[in-house]
């Protein structure tokens, strides 16, 4: 069975970084394309990043790209997003997500209704 676990979640303050976690198991990493998103209170689920390995491509949103990266250890299973300069508007609880690669065209997607398999969500919260 497909799980996925968030960890490195927190309290941080602006300006500050964070690493997320998304360690997956029950599946091979390079046959699934991983996306974070985010919900703020009050708001729609987002996309921030992506990545696949079967099409090789990453994306970044724009309103973290310069401060987001996404990586992956596939020995690990696990695929990571380095935050930096957090903002206050950052604050969200923050999912990732697998989708099997076989329905990626060119690259990975950041649309969340794309994706099969879900993790719980972890909490960033951004503030002084």
């Known amino acids: 069975q497909l799980q996925l676990v968030e960890s490195g979640g927190g309290l941080v303050e602006p300006g500050g970084s964070l690493r997320l976690s998304c360690a997956g198991s029950?599946?091979?990493?390079?046959?699934?394309?991983i996306g974070w998103f985010r919900q703020a209170p009050g708001k729609e689920r987002e996309g921030v990043s992506c990545?696949?390995?079967?099409?090789?491509?990453?994306r970044v949103k724009d309103f973290v790209k310069g401060r987001a990266t996404i990586s992956s250890d596939n020995a690990k299973h696990t695929v990571y997003l380095q935050m930096n300069s957090l903002k206050p508007e950052d604050t969200a609880v923050y999912y990732c997500?697998?989708?099997?690669?076989?329905?990626?065209?060119?690259?990975?997607?950041?649309?969340?209704?794309?994706?099969?398999?879900w993790g719980q969500g972890i909490q960033v919260t951004v503030s002084s």
């Open positions: 997500a697998a989708m099997d690669v076989k329905y990626l065209i060119n690259h990975c997607v950041l649309e969340s209704r794309e994706y099969d398999y």
């Open positions: 029950g599946f091979t990493l390079e046959n699934y394309a």
């Open positions: 990545l696949s390995n079967k099409p090789n491509s990453t």
